[in-house]
């Protein structure tokens, strides 16, 4: 078993739905949470960051921790076109400097 | 518009030949990763380096691969022989990784790399 658990998709969503992406994770240790965003061809981009549990929101994206189920969400509200992207879940327990990487989930959004 | 820069972004090569790949980090930066992607391992880390040093280096296959970093504003990664499982994207980041040991990564574009 993974230490980070994440399904690779594709999701495909129409245009303007709320979208949910999630990781499961088996170190209770983590602490720091992220996600990255993957354009096709390009390297990952830092969409959210995340200490311990709870919300974070940002524009149209909130990012949920739950460290007693241990589990991590990235919502997105009113999806568009150019969220079509690979989303990859990356956690840390900070006692150095490595991730450990979810697989990634790829979202097609519908026009 | 600082950016992690990585050449080259393409290279196909054939089997046994050596393989270069050059990074030039975020400077400032106090800590440079490879990693490599495929659609089967997704992002597996090879190597990284913080201030220089070779931190950890055990995803990386020692008796072909190897990582070094010259100066702040060089890392490489070279592959001899190159064999066609090598073929992936490798990817390099770099951070300004945080005492506790957490901080944004960088991504550069990638080396696509084809070994026939």
């Known amino acids: 078993q993974k230490e980070v658990e994440q399904d690779p998709g594709p999701l495909s969503v129409p245009e303007g739905a709320i979208v949910s992406l999630n990781c499961t994770y088996s170190?209770?240790?983590?602490?720091?949470f992220m996600w990255y965003r993957q354009y096709s061809r390009k390297g990952p981009e830092l969409l959210m960051y995340?200490?311990s549990s709870g919300n974070k929101e940002d524009g149209r994206f909130t990012a949920q921790v739950d460290k007693s189920s241990k589990y991590i969400s990235l919502f997105i509200r009113d999806s568009q076109p150019s969220d079509s992207a690979t989303y990859l879940c990356a956690m840390s327990d900070g006692s150095n400097y490595q991730l450990i990487w979810g697989a990634g989930t790829k979202l097609i959004i519908k026009p | 518009d600082a950016r992690v820069t990585q050449t080259p972004r393409h290279k196909v090569t054939e089997m046994g030949q050596e393989v270069t790949m050059r990074c030039q980090p975020i400077l400032g930066h106090n800590t440079v990763f490879w990693y490599r992607q495929t659609m089967m391992q997704g992002l597996e880390l090879l190597a990284y380096f913080r201030n220089r040093a070779p931190l950890d280096d055990s995803g990386m296959p020692k008796d072909r691969f190897s990582a070094e970093m010259p100066d702040a504003t060089l890392a490489t990664l070279k592959i001899q022989p190159s064999e066609p499982r090598d073929s992936a994207v490798y990817f390099c980041a770099s951070g300004l990784v945080l005492a506790e040991g957490t901080g944004e990564l960088f991504f550069g574009e990638g080396s696509r790399l084809t070994v026939l």
């Open positions: 170190n209770s240790a983590f602490q720091y």
């Open positions: 995340t200490y």
